[in-house]
């Protein structure tokens, strides 16, 4: 049994992140802002702290050490600041993103993008999501040997309890003919499935691993499929038009995949996006 906390973690794949450590037998500490209700009960603790005030941040957690902390709204440098030098731990879990690489290609390796030589800069929470997710790595190393960190680089998460919407972006504008605008109907990513997204995490706090690990379903899925899917369920076209709304998943240059090679490596399998997203579109029909 570890004495764990975990920063964050009431909803979306937080959720079968800690049932997971629960169900393992850990010691959980979750601490969060007390606005999103604790599903878990009695079988954790809670700590209330705002993670962007430093003070607040000291008043709950300062002198206190655990075995894990694993960190799932680092969104800045300044973020990791005000964690790590008011607690303690034996290893660090931060939740990172693909997001951090630099170069939309596929395959994508962890040694792509190396926090460990970007150059820090203290900031607060910015508008640049992937800058602030850099900037949280690269900070971590200020306070963290190398060997006692990971930083889990997922792509889009996807399922039933995804509060931004955007895979249910395309179901409604198709459903309701709605015009949008998606700028490359080709292009294949790889997502991840909540579930699996909660659970890797859980199953990394004793695993004897450090650094980046890239994390997602295998098999890419494209704009293109996803319409054509949603077309032939609804029978309804969908209204492409440049001066449509924006689509969730603009933005990408090629066809963009990553390397799990490291995570696998761990004894964790992930599924195929086949397996699932289909019928995630389905619930949203």
């Not at 993103?97 to 203290?122: G, M, Q, T």
């Not at 890797?200 to 890239?214: K, M, R, T």
């Not at 001066?243 to 963009?256: H, I, K, R, V």
Request: contains cysteine.
């Amino acid at each position: 049994m570890m004495n764990i906390l975990v920063v964050g973690g009431t909803r979306f794949f937080g959720i079968p992140m800690v049932e997971k450590l629960i169900a393992d037998g850990h010691d959980v500490t979750i601490a969060t802002r007390g606005k999103s209700q604790n599903s878990f009960g009695e079988s954790t603790k809670q700590l209330v702290m705002e993670r962007t005030n430093y003070d607040s941040v000291k008043e709950a957690l300062a002198g206190k050490s655990y075995d894990v902390i694993i960190d799932k709204i680092a969104y800045s440098s300044n973020d990791v600041k005000n964690l790590l030098e008011n607690v303690s731990c034996k290893k660090y879990i931060q939740m990172s993103s693909c997001s951090v690489y630099l170069e939309d290609k596929e395959n994508i390796r962890e040694e792509d993008f190396d926090s460990r030589k970007y150059p820090l800069a203290w900031i607060d929470r910015i508008k640049d999501y992937a800058e602030g997710k850099r900037q949280a790595e690269r900070a971590v190393y200020e306070y963290i040997d190398e060997s006692n960190c990971i930083f889990v680089r997922y792509p889009v998460v996807m399922g039933p309890n995804d509060y931004t919407n955007r895979l249910r972006f395309y179901a409604d504008h198709i459903k309701e003919k709605k015009p949008m605008y998606v700028d490359d109907l080709d292009c294949g990513m790889e997502f991840i499935h909540e579930k699996e997204a909660g659970l890797f995490i859980a199953h990394l706090v004793d695993q004897d691993v450090h650094g980046a690990v890239n994390g997602c379903a295998k098999g890419m899925i494209s704009s293109r499929d996803i319409i054509e899917y949603i077309e032939k369920i609804t029978g309804k076209k969908a209204v492409l038009d440049a001066n449509g709304d924006e689509a969730p998943y603009n933005g990408t240059t090629s066809n963009l995949s990553y390397d799990t090679t490291k995570a696998r490596q761990t004894g964790f399998r992930f599924s195929d996006s086949n397996e699932w997203i289909f019928d995630l579109i389905k619930s949203y029909l």
